[in-house]
């Protein structure tokens, strides 16, 4: 196993994190995790997996067909020090039954900074529903909660 | 508007946040939020909500037919000082069309360390597709990423 890479910011190891999805590189994308039995990824179909075991065969899984075409935006960071938040939206290039299509979800990413930079404790992706305007009440949404 | 109450911790900020939803009461659980223009709410139905006004437009209305039934458990915490990070599994009791379901869902909570106690910054909740067991790499979940 190669040696983990030392990411002097959160920014830093979530841009190497897209990165490693982009070209489905699993070694690379595991060793932004931090070594924590309480690491916990839920992807976008809504399985809740804890624990590097459970993450690294969600992942290999993914990247058996290629990597994601995956870009961050629309970032919303909160920073506490030794942990960061990040709420953003992915954009996806999927290709679907009428071809290439984009598709977004909604992605809260946490890092916390280790001895060894910083490193991922939780990813959490999800399907975009629809953009709400901030002002405008009437946008809200029919939900659970 | 009634004076906010100040939690001690991000335990107790969850804990009235839940306890809010069960009752209904919009109020009680917009004075749990920070002040802040980034605080980020998703819903089950995916929509990502920026600010606290479109957070409450969103509760005022799924609180518009009363508390939603909820418990939170499972719960995953990383701390980090001014931040707290929860991961758990919400279980909600609601009526479908058969009668009464359980439906859950998985939920991201961040907390950060005000003057004025623990405020929410971030509730990001989706539905919960399996459970995958940690240790079996052949559950793994077929999914975009």
Redesign the interface.
């Known amino acids: 196993m190669r040696r983990a890479p030392v990411h002097a910011s959160a920014d830093a190891a979530e841009e190497a994190f897209y990165d490693a ?1 982009r070209r489905g590189d699993t070694d690379a994308l595991m060793a932004l995790w931090a070594d ?1 039995e ?1 690491v ?1 990824c ?10 590097l ?2 993450i690294r ?2 992942f ?3 990247f058996s067909g290629g990597g ?1 075409a ?1 870009q961050a935006v629309d970032r ?3 920073e ?4 960061s ?1 990040h ?1 953003l ?2 954009q ?1 290039a ?1 290709t679907g039954r009428g071809g290439a299509e984009l ?1 977004e ?2 992605a ?1 990413n ?1 890092f ?2 280790t001895v060894a930079g910083w490193r991922m ?2 990813h ?22």
């Open positions: 999805m924590d309480e916990a839920t992807h976008p179909n809504g399985a809740r997996l804890v624990g075991v459970a065969a969600s290999e899984q993914i994601v995956v919303r960071v909160h506490g020090g030794l942990l938040v709420h939206i992915e996806l999927v598709v979800c909604v809260t946490v916390v900074k404790v939780l959490h992706a999800s399907p975009l529903g629809e953009r709400a305007a901030p002002a405008q009440a009437g946008s809200a949404p029919t939900v659970l909660h």
